[in-house]
Structures are given as C-alpha cells and as structure tokens.
Nanobody, 125 residues
C-alpha cells in the first residue's frame, strides 16, 4: 500500500508560479514511477509529467515542457512539480499518482495504482 498526500495548490495570476508537493509513504514505493495528472472541469484526467525514484528519469507532455519541472527528494520521499509561467489553461485539479513499474516515460490513467486526493490550481487571466 502506498499513500500520497498533495499540497501546494492555490490561486495565482497568469505568468505566476506555484510548487506542488506530494508526500509519499508506504511499502516499496521506490519501485514505483511517480506522476502528476490534472483534470479540468468537463475534461478527462490527463498526464502532466512523470519521474522515477532511481535515476530521476523525467517525462513531460508537450503543453508543459519548458514551464513545469518535476523533481523528487529521496530522503524526504517527496515529489514536486514546479510550475512557472502559468496560464489560465493550466487551471485544474492536480493529482499525484504512483504506478508499479520501474521505468519512466508516459503513464496512462489506467496504469496508475494509487492516487492522491488532489489539489486545486486556479490561474486567473
């Protein structure tokens, strides 16, 4: 069992920055790939970024490349998503996710084994 707790969402103006954190606990979580997903009202949940615990291999969807940075702190067992140059289109409920595999790259919703409770990010224009 893996537990995920997100925090750090909020309201920010366009062009601003936010950092999301995901505290991870549980058994053998280092064998999981970690990801951030988001879901806007009326839209499907979609992948934002992934990272592996070992090696820190990262992946980003095109819409956030160059603006978002995913990272992890192995000692604190925490995954971060630094979001810069935020746009109103980034407004969504952001979820931390864990999937039982060791390699990075794209991650589908169906492949996720554990979800956090979600944290709201709202970007005003």
């Amino acid at each position: 069992q893996v537990q995920l707790v997100e925090y750090g969402g909020g309201l920010v103006q366009a062009g601003g920055s936010l950092r999301l954190s995901c505290a991870v606990s549980g058994r053998a979580f280092s064998r999981y790939v970690m990801g951030w997903f988001r879901q806007a009202p009326g839209k499907e949940r979609g992948l934002v970024s992934t990272i592996t615990w070992s090696g820190g291999s990262t992946y980003y969807v095109d819409s956030v490349k160059g603006r978002f940075t995913i990272s992890r702190d192995n000692a604190k067992t925490t995954v971060y998503l630094q979001m810069n140059s935020l746009e109103p289109e980034d407004t969504a409920l952001y979820y931390c996710a864990a999937a039982r595999r060791s390699y990075g790259g794209p991650l589908s919703v169906r492949a996720v084994d554990y979800w956090g409770q979600g944290t709201q990010v709202t970007v005003s224009s």
